[in-house]
């Protein structure tokens, strides 16, 4: 299974000053998303089919949650034929590229090392735990960081 990135502009029903995405819910033919802006929470009200995100969530997987920052929105999806459609019709598509599942799964040692810096452990302390060196231990944290990061 393929997994796309997409970055998309944000509708213009999206206050400008809009920091986050906080949830989305469906009704009614309609799409809700809730978004974080100074003054407070606000609900973005459209209908389902001037809504590239419920186009890309009723044709496929979206992976994970969804990224509000400089007016762009960024979700992760299934890369299908049916979004793969959606997204070369859309002119709210900024950008798409290929990720592998891999990047989207945090292994076992790559938890555990993020747990480890949670408690405030350093790298030194990972590596004497695990019998490895001081530079796998921290390839390890980065490469736990990395997946996080995209997925956040």
């Keep these: 299974m393929e997994f796309l990135k997409v970055v998309l502009r944000t509708c213009p029903r999206v206050p400008r000053d809009a920091y986050a995405h906080l949830g989305f819910h469906m009704r009614n033919g309609r799409v809700i998303h809730l978004v974080a802006t100074p003054r407070g929470v606000e609900k973005v009200v459209a209908r389902c089919d001037e809504c590239v995100f419920y186009q890309l969530a009723s044709s496929g997987y979206i992976f994970g949650g969804v990224k ?29 590229e290929e990720v592998s599942y891999k990047n989207l799964i945090l292994t076992e040692k790559q938890r555990n090392a993020l747990l480890h810096l949670a408690m405030g452990k350093g790298a030194g302390d990972l590596a004497k735990e695990l019998g490895v060196s001081r530079v796998a231990a921290l390839k390890l944290i980065k490469r736990a960081l990395k997946k996080v990061a995209l997925l956040v």
């Excluded at 920052?69 to 798409?96: D, W």
């Design 68 to 96: 509000l920052s400089e007016g762009r929105i960024t979700v992760i999806v299934t890369g299908n034929g049916a979004v793969k459609k959606i997204l070369r019709n859309s002119p709210q598509v900024v950008k798409v």
